[in-house]
């Protein structure tokens, strides 16, 4: 079984989160942060996709936040609903590795892609979604 994945969150003081192996077929891998507060339907999930092609493996990483609401007071019985997704935020990376590729030039694809989700232009984009001028 894959290893866990630990990242941490973006709270103003971030907080670690490990991301526990939950299932794995030939080409797609699936984590979930179990420790999570909230009920399986709100589990944040980490998804790893690695297929072979005949002439180049296409990597797919996918970072799956629902966010949960909870339904607001009791039935006649005095039942309490369970909390719903009320919506779900999607972060994907994707890389397309030839297989002529070198060594060299993965590290440099992950270097580029790892540095521009850490750019200005792209944090204004996603955290304030700003459109660059």
């Known amino acids: ?7 941490d969150d973006g709270a ?3 907080v670690s989160h490990q991301f526990v192996p939950m299932d794995r077929t030939d080409t ?3 984590w979930v942060d179990p420790l999570s ?3 399986r339907i709100g589990q ?3 998804t790893l996709s690695v297929p072979f092609g005949d002439n180049a493996v296409q ?8 966010i949960l609401e909870t339904v607001a007071g009791d039935d006649s019985s005095g039942f309490t609903p369970a909390p719903r997704v009320a919506y779900t935020l999607i972060g994907k990376l994707e890389f397309v590795l030839p297989n002529r590729c070198t060594e060299a030039d993965r590290n440099n694809i992950l270097a580029f892609v790892t540095n521009l989700a850490a750019d200005g232009t792209i944090v204004d984009a ?5 459109r660059p001028l």
């Open 1 to 7: 079984m894959p290893s866990n994945i630990t990242i």
């Open 12 to 14: 103003s003081t971030p």
């Open 28 to 30: 797609l891998t699936t």
């Open 37 to 39: 507060d909230t009920p």
């Open 44 to 46: 944040p999930q980490i």
């Open 59 to 66: 990597v797919k990483a996918k970072v799956v936040l629902p």
């Open 126 to 130: 996603v955290v304030d979604q700003l």
